[in-house]
């Protein structure tokens, strides 16, 4: 093999193994320039008006968004579409889509383990519900969308076109859950319970061609558990004003201090979603690689 074939694919593009290493250069360089930029302005901010903003989930964001555009727009010279962020991907209907899968797989179980008294709502500090939605909102979209980006953007594709869908489907999913071990009341259920999150939202990803509404069923997911139910998320507790559901059954089924997406009712609700979502989508082959095109690529 040639120096050239190690670099490069017979059409002229970098190799996979390649374009992740320039990503992950591309991340670190776009983190270090926010922060340059973002924290003197926040700082001043927060002087002048005697608060104490991070927008952290947000500073994430935003340098991993710039990442993306250092290599589609100025390494490889290729579109947004090719990681699904172009505007036929952001769709309202696609959106609302993604938003809709999120909530239902992980409400219904949450319901279904209220409804049996494995769940008990509590009373908690008063205060208003609407604000710490909103709230919640703002902490938890940034957040989900860093991890969407990070997990099923461009490293996403550029590991489709390497290994193919599966592997970068498995590859992702345990890099999620990996993500995730530090969490407070990680267990090895937890854990598993997270991959098959990855699966399912990775599943959302390629049924819809749209990394929004990834990022849309991610946010709703988070979100119904926090503001809805009032639930921790993920093993962390967040401001549930007037009302808290605390864990009261198996551990095994809600999912204990984790929350109910580390148990088995919310394992259920995913593996629901994902066969919901290959019911359609494989009539549509959403899981198959097809020729380069708009918004789609091959190795």
Known sequence: MTGRELLLTPTGRLRAPWRLVLFALAVLASFVLVSALLDPALAAINRAAGTRITAVGWREALAL?????????????RSFADVWLDRGAAR?????????????????????????????????????????????ALTLAPAALFEELLFRGYAFQALRDG???????V??????AAAHWQNPGANAEALVN????????????????????????????????????????????LPT????????GPDWATGGDWGPEGGAAGALGMIGG???????????????VRPAGRGETTA
């Not at 290994?163 to 489907?169: H, M, Q, S």
């Not at 590859?171 to 999620?176: E, H, R």
């Not at 004003?241 to 009261?248: K, L, S």
């Open 171 to 176: 590859a992702t999913s345990l890099l999620f």
């Open 92 to 136: 309202a209907r696609v959106v609302t889509r993604g938003f809709a899968i999120g909530a239902l797989a992980i409400g219904l179980p949450s319901l279904l383990l209220l409804g049996v008294h494995w769940l008990a709502p509590e009373r908690s500090a008063s205060g208003s519900w609407f604000g710490a939605a909103a709230l919640l």
């Open 274 to 288: 994902l066969l919901f979502l290959a019911r359609g989508a494989g009539r549509r082959g959403a899981f198959t």
């Open 65 to 77: 968004l710039l990442a993306h555009a250092l290599m589609l727009k100025w390494v490889e010279r």
């Open 163 to 169: 290994i193919g869908v599966a592997g970068a489907l």
């Open 241 to 248: 004003p007037g009302y808290v559901v605390r864990d009261a």
């Open 194 to 237: 997270v991959g098959i999150a990855g699966l399912f939202i990775g599943a959302v990803l390629l049924a819809t061609r749209s990394l929004y509404a990834a990022w849309a069923m991610h946010f709703a997911w988070n979100w119904t558990m926090a503001a809805l139910f009032h639930m921790a998320v993920s093993g962390q507790a």
